[in-house]
């Protein structure tokens, strides 16, 4: 059987690294699998001062995907913990990942809510969040949308394991 990627798609401070380490857990206390995390923010340099260009991101990607492959080796599944924000970057992961069982998660969470969570983390440049909540691509087409604001992190995680693994 196929490898399996789960990606996790949504604009900065969703929630998305919350929900991949839990989701983690809680594929290896159900299943008894091992996934890894690979986490767009592990290639980047990020400052509050630094804005982050698209032109970067799809550098990194490329990175991103080496990784994930490389993890698959090891692994029965790879989280992927993303903010894509082009049709380009989709693309490429789609492309360079497609030999994998991919699970395309949406990770979604109200604007307010999102502005909130980045003032609150403060290791963000200010407006990263509604940026990428602007930008973000896909809009549609997921395999599944989960809403960190409305359930945590826990329950999106069963969401995910129940409608996709």
């Known amino acids: 059987m196929k490898e399996k ?6 604009s900065s401070s ?5 929900l991949a380490s839990t989701l983690q857990t809680i594929i290896k206390d159900k299943l008894d699998e091992e996934y890894a995390i690979i986490s767009i923010d592990h290639f980047l340099q990020m400052t509050t001062n630094d804005i982050i260009y ?3 991101v799809f550098e990194i990607s490329s990175k991103l995907c080496d990784k994930s492959i490389e993890m698959l080796c090891l692994q029965k599944g790879v989280i ?5 924000t082009s049709e380009r970057i989709f693309k490429q992961l789609i492309e360079r990942l497609e030999s994998y ?4 998660v949406h990770v979604t969470c109200p604007l ?7 003032e609150e983390r403060k290791n963000r440049c200010s407006g990263s969040a509604e940026a990428s909540y602007k930008y973000l691509f896909p809009k549609e ?5 989960v809403d960190t604001f ?9 969401q995910i394991l129940e409608n996709i693994i």
């Not at 307010?112 to 980045?118: F, Q, S, V």
């Not at 409305?150 to 069963?158: G, Q």
């Open 54 to 56: 698209e032109d970067d």
């Open 101 to 104: 069982n991919i699970y395309l």
């Open 14 to 18: 969703s929630g998305k690294s919350t």
């Open 141 to 145: 087409g997921y395999d599944l949308v």
């Open 150 to 158: 409305l359930l945590s992190a826990k329950e999106c995680s069963l």
């Open 80 to 84: 992927i913990d993303h903010v894509i």
């Open 112 to 118: 307010h809510e999102l502005k909130r969570r980045e």
């Open 5 to 10: 990627i789960i990606l996790l798609n949504g």
